[in-house]
């Protein structure tokens, strides 16, 4: 079968030994590629109860089908998957870029690392050759400097790269993975699980041919897909990129603002992606293979952070910007910066300072603990200190590295009211008490607080359901975006493109059968889509998570939204997420505890884990 | 003979290039039937995130690659002002890659003799990697063409900012 290379890679750090393992047509297909892929490799590799951070924690490197291939996105994309030490469950974070490509061209489907390295390493994957190399001299790098730095040592600019910074070499649990400089696997912590195998990198060089089963079919949807791309589909991506949604979501009054202490924020105007544009963005790149090419590369031309360049995107600017109060943008680029430098989830970096803010002006801190820094909501200046604290786990920092929960923890009294996470996962920038859909995707989401497991927050800002009402018949809806979203994950198309699929699985069935040749429905696709998210259930219901963490951030349920408008006292009651709770297993077909039935294992060709819900 | 002012080449305009690297798919699927782009004849180069430009193969007057040949397997064409290889007399041994200032040509992978841009003389349609670049980076331009562009460019820019400061 054409699109997958055929071949799985593990790589043992603790002996430095290699094996490969044929990957099965049967496998191939039924769990695709990416998230999917990884999601089982990792499930068969592993033991329940394993320490995120142990050695005997796989962590999984994952392609898609036509991954290498020059179909937009779906070419160019990697997924990491493992054990996440932030939630306790299944972590996943897909990437885009070139590294992805470049791995398939290696001949791999995926890697699966397991054990410790002696000292620091990284792994050099030339072809068919794979070695162990030390990292010492590039440990404490950024990411971007150690991609130079192995380059220069490999000899080789066309070498591709993927690493931790220090905030992973510390074992952050909100660090992450990137690659070619400005492109993360950014949530769920998967950065401290690499750094906890003391690997640096990975670096790639592949040079095999990638061919597809039926070139004019593939190459007449590659054409449709530029075109598609430069219409009206990807529009606000092409021009002001995803900061636009900074205006929407405000003017909906469903941004949380100062750590959800409001739902708007009243100096967007300074912020948003209109300024941004006008003022800062120098370059907007692309990924390889993408037509769409909405990277937006914002520079600070002067004043105190002047040189500081960074990729912008709704999330790091909320979560650096109006989360934080702040409506200065040089230091929100410089603080997002700063992010990629450290190798820090800019998302949850964001959410872990806001809420140090927060627990600062409800007096929960001393004195002593804030070493001269002043984190008051709307202070620029301290976000840049902190992110700075938090990467080298420092001070203060020592105290966020970790993540809100941990966070709250340490600090105790009721610092967990205001610690906004899901499952351990910092929430992302949609108000959950307004957006009522997003708020029971964001529950049941398997790998914590984010709105892309599903993208349901579409459908309420969008105006498809009412958005203030939680009702049954979003338990469906949910779980049916859920299904593309995991396949769009395990294909790795990019999310940002995943507009261009106007017939979705359609399209997907149509590009699997061009690249593969294997002939394969919509419909096989969408229960593989619920196979995978299944799977990834499976995976939290062997690892000890139950109905219980299904829930929400306290201040999602406990604190009406204050602001004056129409979303005035909005909030989520546990009656209203309990009916949900159960709307959304019975679309599913689990039982009220959440748990996968037999019945639903056997019908999706699970059954191999059936123990899993016998336990 | 084609005179210099008039050969053709393909240039990329490093504003409007994204570095999205479709022109090497485009050209390694063309010519090679795979995508791989250790096999296109037009590479893309991203310097830092702001800084991404493709390179090929520029048809220089007096090709320095040409010269450097010790097996006369280079010639230029007096039609076109292509590079064209005799295969047969090519032994791989890379004087013309250290010679061009451009990267353009390169050491084939699996045929060992060197390779380099030829503007798909065989396609209707020109070069595949003019036609497939979604942000129309690439074009088809003589150096009079480049020269006019330049020039338009420059004092458009100045008049622009004339305007802007009155």
Redesign the interface.
Known sequence: MLGYAGTVLYVDLTTGKTRTEKLTEETAKKYVGGIGLGMKLWLSNSKAGVNPLSPENPLVLALGPVSGTMFPTGGNGHAFISKSPATGGVGEAVSHGTFGAELKRAGYDAIVLTGKAEKPVYLWIDDESIQLLDASNICGKSPPETEDAIKDELGDYYVRVASIGLAGEKQSKIANIINEKTRAAGRTGLGAVMGSKNLKAIAVRGTRDITVAKPDVFMDMVREFHERMKGPAVQKYRTLGTVDNISVTNELMCMPTRNYSASHFEKTENINAEVLNERYVAKIIACNSCAMRCEHEALVREGPYKGSLARMEYDNLWALGPNVGVDKLDAIIRAAELCNYYGLDATSTGVAISFLMDCHEKGLLSHDQLENIDPHFGNGEAVVQLVEKIGKREGIGELLADGVKVAAEKIGKNAAELAQHIKGLEVTGYDLRCLKTAALAAAVSFRGADHNRSGAFALDLRGKVDRLKAERGRGKLVKENEDIFALIDSFIICKNARNTLYNELGDLAKLYSAVTGAEVTPQDLSVAGERINTLAKLINTREGLTRNDDTLPWKVMNQPISDDGPVKGSVVTQDELDLMLDDYYQARGWAVEGIPSKEKLKELGLQEFQNIVEA | MVKIHQRKFISADPEKC?????CE??CS?SK????????SRIRL??V???A?MAVTCRLCEEPACVAACPRNALSQSEDTGNIVLDKDKCNGCGWCIEACDYGAMMLH?ETKVVYVCDLCKDKPDGPQCVK?C??EALTVVTSDTLAQKARISVIKKLFQEKEEKQ
């Open positions: 994204v570095g999205c690297q479709i798919y485009a699927y090679e039937k795979a995508y791989n782009p250790i096999k180069v991203r830092n995130q702001l991404n992978p497939w979604p942000e």
